[in-house]
């Protein structure tokens, strides 16, 4: 299948699912949601950023899917960005990751920035793992937008490091987020 078209159905398989769960329309869509990931070594710091990541979230319900195609992050070096690809993640084989969560006592009336703990589901490389984590949102009239930072344990997703370059891969990467969202209309 080709992988657009595996990003997209897997997308508006996202939207229809939030759109079953929500009698009103106070949804938001980020059509090109910021993340990148911080990798600090002895060796050489290991950075990538994404600016193609898709989010949804329904403000009504807390509920939010995020789904990040792991070919648009890039990298500083062409190497790292290809270890990445085809040693690391095996974009071919897993060309996206994805999130699916709750805003834990979300206050869909708050004007002006609320911190909350969302809990959900990541998925990487087909395996499921529930993390949870701060963010920070922000709401003033029709602009949402929310940001955070999640650490991912390497050895959770089967991310196999060969042994010799095992020093020069951190145990835990830190992902930070932005996305900016826009009203979604039905």
Do not use: W
């Not at 994805?98 to 990541?122: A, C, M």
């Amino acid at each position: 299948m080709n992988k657009k078209l595996l990003f997209l159905s897997s997308f508006l398989f996202l939207l229809i699912s939030m759109n079953c769960n929500s009698q009103k329309s106070n949804q938001y869509i980020a059509r090109q949601g910021e993340m990148s990931f911080f990798s600090y070594t002895s060796a050489e710091n290991i950075k990538a950023n994404n600016d193609q990541v898709l989010s949804l979230i329904d403000f009504s319900t807390g509920e939010i899917a995020v789904s990040i195609l792991m070919r648009a992050f890039k990298f500083e070096k062409s190497l790292m960005e290809e270890h990445f690809n085809e040693s690391y993640i095996e974009s071919d084989l897993f060309p996206k990751a994805s999130f699916e969560g709750v805003i834990q006592n979300l206050d869909p009336t708050h004007i002006g920035t609320q911190t909350r703990i969302v809990k959900g589901d990541f998925i990487l490389k087909g395996i499921k793992k529930t993390l949870e984590f701060k963010i920070d949102i922000n709401k003033i009239g029709d602009v949402l937008s929310v940001k955070g930072e999640v650490e991912i344990l390497v050895k959770d997703f089967n991310i196999k490091i060969p042994p010799l370059l095992s020093p020069n891969i951190a145990k835990s990467i830190q992902v930070t987020f932005n996305f900016d969202y826009s009203e979604y209309e039905n």
